[in-house]
């Protein structure tokens, strides 16, 4: 089909006309159905960034008894192509040439549905990062197993819980002050370079971002391969959940935010995330006294050996930082104070 034939048949209502032109007999299977199929590319992240709708992607391959099933019963029918045009942008992925996007994603359903399968069905932000994923679904309930337009209609009615966040590391450093061979600054996924940094922030003041979480990533520093300066065998990850508040509190200050910023990346957001609100994240009647005493104006120069993490390299040893914390009470028990922990107490439920 030449592009005027393209054009020509998505005038005529076959939405998949963009997948007339590839090689995969899998993705072409699905050219004449009514979905407006994308294949897996910028063009239709893009269009979901811009109208802020959550993809529905779709990945088989064309020797799948059920995906042919699921092609017939549910791709071609016109109400289910109806709520997928206009409540998500959908992709449609031949496993067999994105065996990285079926791994990925294939791990994201077996870790949440236990199980997983071809054809693969998954709900994600427009960035693709997955909320929801499962297998083969029958066009309407059936026999106990949940319909795959029930399914979209609930999605859209109940609204779609998605959340996005970022942490202390990667809004601190950058990829072009990393000497070589400090491997002590690998996690996954690596740091970027200072204008990715500036990006996240400026998500996170305009509310792309909802939260900070730690991604505490302590390991024995031998596992950190230092002695090899190896980036490949090291472990992936960062030590820094005592330091997240002065960190963000450095990053945030020095670009104008205020100390309500904290309060809710680092407090009420995730314990809203967490169904806690009301309990933790705020100071309020009824909630935990989970505070912590702190001056925002003091200067900290962090010395790792120092740390109160089990293991003690981090990347943040040598720096300066704003924002010191003299002391810390969870549920009104002073726990810390002005670097002296008490070990007695504290517990999680």
């Known amino acids: 089909m030449c592009l005027a034939g393209a054009a020509d048949a998505a005038v005529k209502g076959k939405g998949g006309w963009r997948l007339a032109e590839t090689s995969s007999p899998y993705l072409r299977m699905h050219r ?8 897996w590319g910028e063009e239709a992240l893009a269009r979901a960034r811009k109208e802020n709708k959550p993809l529905f992607i779709s990945i088989g391959y064309f020797t799948c008894h059920w995906c042919h099933v699921m092609e ?3 791709f071609r029918n016109p109400e289910i192509a109806r709520l997928l ?3 998500f942008i959908s992709i449609k992925v031949d496993r067999e040439q994105r065996p990285d996007l079926d791994a990925a994603y294939m791990s994201f359903v077996v870790a949440t549905q236990g199980y997983g399968g071809w054809p693969m069905t998954i709900l994600a932000a427009p960035d693709g990062t997955p909320f929801f994923g499962g297998t083969y679904f029958p066009p309407d309930d059936r026999e106990g197993a949940p319909g795959f337009a029930p399914l979209l209609r609930k999605a859209r009615t109940e609204g779609l819980r998605v959340t996005a966040e970022t942490c202390p ?18 996690c996954a996924p690596p740091l970027r370079d200072r204008a990715n940094r500036e990006r996240l922030w400026q998500a996170l003041i305009a509310g792309d971002l909802q939260l900070i979480a730690s991604d505490h990533s302590p390991c024995p520093p031998g596992m950190k391969a230092q002695r090899d300066a190896d980036f490949m065998k090291a472990w992936g990850g960062i030590s820094g959940l005592e330091l997240s508040l002065a960190a963000v509190w450095t990053g945030l200050s020095s670009r104008g935010g205020g100390v309500e910023r904290l309060c809710e990346w680092l407090c009420a957001a995730p314990a809203r995330l967490a169904g806690f609100e009301g309990r933790k994240g705020a100071i309020a009647a009824g909630a935990d006294a989970d505070l912590v005493i702190w001056d925002p104006d003091a200067s900290v120069t962090v ?7 089990r293991h003690k390299l981090t990347p943040y040893h040598g720096m300066t930082l704003r924002g010191r914390v003299d002391a810390t009470l969870i549920r009104g028990h ?6 002296m922990v008490d070990n007695a107490h504290g517990r999680l439920h």
């Open 72 to 74: 017939r019963e549910s």
């Open 169 to 186: 590391h990667y809004l601190t450093f950058a990829a072009e002050d990393i000497a070589a061979g400090a491997t002590q600054f690998k």
């Open 85 to 87: 045009n206009s409540g």
């Open 303 to 309: 010395d790792g050996d120092r740390l109160h993490h």
């Open 32 to 39: 004449d159905n009514p979905v407006e199929w994308y294949p």
């Open 334 to 339: 002073l726990v810390h104070e002005r670097g």
